[in-house]
């Protein structure tokens, strides 16, 4: 007998897409902005070979349409803003897509359509997958989604990553939902939902396939706290975040006896926690915090939830002994929240002052936050043993922990650290060769940072280990950690000097105050091209400001008080500086003039020059300093030897309110417009050689707290509004000043001037 062979199709035919198809894809394709070229494959009659689009191997029709931006996020953001947005798509979505009429998949999500809105004419019968999600879409959703019979996939998630603008999406009504009967997926998050009162829910109930629902910050108000029948008895997820319901948790909720995941977090619940919800027994995720009105006994219900993973209660007015609560799963030691711990976050809740016992034989840890518990204890040693080499964040801040800490743990993977606000002694801890960020401030840390820090962690980003007692230098290898960002050691007893090695692109912020420094502001400094916050205060530095920090032209703060630092201020600190927000450099020994250019950038809010040795006139476009005419701010030139009158233009700076110009040459008269400065609080031109009388409309100043104006030549008769300041040291030193609280009487008594 002949071997019979028959020839299957194998899914594979070469067919090509449908022209009608092809044509609208091209029109389609018109419409849009596409500044990284994603679509330049859209060319040539075979559209079924285009990026982005899948065809029916079988009949030729187009059934995916995926255009979601393929940028990769970092750790739930964009690292490069700029490239991001160029491999954004835009533009209008024309109305030929409706000729799509095969499609079952359209993604459109992470692009930029900059407040347009969607289109009512996606009525595709066959769509099964839906998401527009973070792409900035905006205006009233369309009610004709509502045709979309077949969807089980809807996600219009109302956020963005670009920066080109803040966009509303909204509904007044949700009863177009009820038209989608196999909905099992519905992401409105962030959808301006404020509108629709309680009737949403009903719209919800109507959906019996759903599974999962995220209605994540939409101004909800109206929550039901009961239901005639329920019909979505299918859910999972539920996602209530970030609304405004202000009730008690409704009872309905434990009828969905299905539920995994349930997020009610940051909204208005009030009440105690019921103790149904012992009744959803799949339960694995239970967040319950930020209610700040849900009150009462903490519950140990939730020990019978075996399949409880994640329970959080923080930030609610809840009360009672942690150790009862506790208790409830002691009770049922199979429960995965206890025996199989993962992670626990316990805050502002008094769990001391001991180091619990429930905790020490946890050895599976992967995150622990134990934040202000009240414990005084030492930490046992065999509890650290005890590590999983899994944990990644460890946060032991703000209680009274004390004794020295390992100096070695085998925890590869820990990336966060936080044990500030403590009594911990001894060396630094540095445990992790991955850790990211170190926080260990307010301690009783001491010793010196070992010379291969740098070494011993790579991957350091941010390093905060102030208000210790640390000693020796700075070492040289932190210079070699490329991605390290902020490093914070002020109020430590460190000495030597600073090194002369910093080139990380990525470093913003130094802060090294009160200490023992000696020698020279390093010039590498200006390599920092980041570099946003510079404290360098209370040392013994010396030599000139270098020029090259006018590379640093995004520099926000700038502190060199309490040094000894000479030479002349550079002009280019205003010229180059454009974003300076603060500089203060009082008690030093730099001189000459005050440069013009100091009034130039927008954005200065405290200036403080006292206690140096410049010369010169006031610049008069002191004025020019716009932000302070609108924002707290105060300008300190005092202890210096200033020459020249006030100049009237610091009446401009209308909401000042802190003025120091003592202990300076200054002569002529107080301006008269003194008065226009309403918002001061503080005024001291004392040691001055000021002359003339007190101006009538410094009286008027209802906020001034604080006035010297001792030491001058000031004449004539203190004005009756000042006598609230009745003690004689605010004017005293002025011989011909007279009247009440001096004990010099005005020639014609107590005649009111």
């Known amino acids: 007998m002949e071997n019979i062979k028959l020839c299957l199709s194998d899914g594979n035919l070469n067919v090509n897409c449908i022209d009608t198809e092809r044509e609208a894809l091209l029109d389609f394709k018109k419409g849009l902005t596409d500044p990284s070229d994603r679509l330049s494959s859209w060319e040539g009659n075979d559209c079924c070979k285009w990026n982005g689009i899948i065809c029916n191997n079988q009949t030729g029709h187009v059934t995916i349409l995926n255009l979601r931006n393929p940028y990769p996020l970092i750790n739930g953001g964009v690292g490069d803003q700029a490239a991001y947005e160029r491999s954004c798509l835009g533009g209008k979505i024309s109305p030929s897509l409706s000729r799509l009429e095969y499609l079952t998949h359209l993604d459109m999500s992470f692009n930029d359509f900059r407040g347009a809105q969607i289109p009512d004419y996606l009525g595709f019968k066959k769509l099964r997958y839906l998401n527009l999600s973070f792409s900035s879409f905006a205006g009233d959703i369309p009610s004709q989604l509502g045709n979309l019979s077949s969807l089980l996939y809807l996600d219009l998630y109302a956020d963005s990553y670009s920066n080109t603008g803040s966009w509303e999406l909204h509904a007044d009504d949700l009863h177009w939902l009820s038209g989608l009967s196999s909905l099992k997926y519905l992401n409105l998050g962030l959808v301006k939902l404020k509108g629709v009162g309680a009737d949403w829910l009903q719209a919800v109930n109507m959906l019996p396939s759903l599974v999962e629902i995220h209605l994540h910050y939409c101004e909800l108000e109206g929550l039901p706290y009961s239901l005639p029948s329920i019909n979505f008895t299918s859910l ?74 994640i329970l959080d209660l923080s930030a609610n007015g809840l009360t009672g002994e942690i150790h009862e609560f506790l208790g409830g799963f002691s009770e049922n030691p199979s429960n995965s929240l206890v025996s199989l711990l993962k992670s626990i976050q316990l805050e502002n809740c008094l769990v001391g002052p001991f180091f619990p016992m429930w905790l020490q034989v946890q050895n599976e840890l992967t995150s622990v936050t134990l934040r202000k518990v009240g414990i005084s204890d030492t930490i046992p040693e065999e509890w650290f043993s005890k590590l999983s080499p899994q944990i990644t964040h460890m946060v032991l801040s703000n209680n009274q922990i004390k004794g020295n800490l390992p100096n070695q743990l085998k925890t590869p993977n820990l990336r966060f650290i936080d044990l500030s606000s403590n009594r911990f002694g001894g060396p630094l801890p540095l445990w992790s060769a991955n850790a990211t960020e170190l926080y260990l401030q307010g301690n009783l840390f001491s010793g010196s940072i070992p010379e291969n820090i740098g070494g011993l962690m790579p991957r350091l980003e941010k390093l905060y280990a102030f208000s210790n007692h640390l000693t ?20 430590n007893q460190i000495s030597g000097e600073l090194p002369n090695c910093w080139h990380q692109l990525m470093f913003w912020a130094i802060d090294v105050s009160n200490n023992t420094l000696t020698g020279q502001i390093p010039s590498s400094f200006g390599l920092l091209s980041s570099l946003s916050v510079l404290l360098l205060s ?120 802190t003025l120091n110009l003592s202990r300076n040459q200054l002569s002529g008269n107080i301006t008269k417009k003194i008065g226009d400065l309403q918002n001061l609080e503080t005024l001291d ?69």
């Open 472 to 491: 020796g230098r700075i070492p040289s290898s932190l210079c070699d950690i490329g991605g390290l960002q902020v490093l914070s050691l002020r109020n």
């Open 538 to 657: 209370n040392n013994n530095l010396d030599g000139e400001i270098p020029s090259s920090l006018q590379n640093c032209s995004g520099l926000t703060s700038i502190d060199l008080r309490g040094n000894k630092l000479s030479g002349s201020l550079p002009s280019w600190i205003g010229e180059r500086l454009s974003s300076l927000f603060m500089l203060q450099l009082l008690s030093n020994s730099l001189r000459g003039p005050i440069p013009q250019q100091l009034c130039h950038p927008p954005k200065l809010h405290i200036l403080d020059l006292s206690g140096n040795r410049f010369s010169g006139d006031i610049p008069n476009c002191i004025g020019n300093l716009t932000v302070l005419v609108s924002a707290v701010n105060g300008i300190d030139l005092s202890g210096n030897n200033l020459t020249g009158g006030i100049p009237d233009e610091v009446t401009n700076l209308v909401a000042l309110r």
């Open 685 to 753: 031109l004392s040691h001055n050689h000021l002359s003339g009388s007190i101006p009538v409309s410094l009286a008027s100043l209802n906020s001034l707290v604080h006035l010297n104006l001792s030491y001058n030549n000031l004449e004539g008769k203190i004005p009756a509004g000042l006598q609230k300041f009745n003690d004689p040291s605010v004017f005293m030193g002025n011989p011909s000043l007279c009247g009440v609280p001096l004990p010099n009487k005005c020639p014609g008594g107590d005649r009111i001037l």
């Open 236 to 309: 999972s997820v539920l996602d209530l975040s970030d609304n405004s319901f202000n009730s008690k948790i409704p009872q309905w909720l434990f009828n969905l006896t299905a539920l995994t995941k349930v997020y009610l977090v940051w909204n208005f619940f009030n009440g105690s926690i019921p103790t149904e919800f012992s009744r959803l027994k799949s339960l694995e995720v239970l967040d319950l915090s930020n209610n700040l009105d849900l009150g009462g006994q903490i519950p140990s219900i939730f020990g019978n939830l075996r399949k409880l993973k």
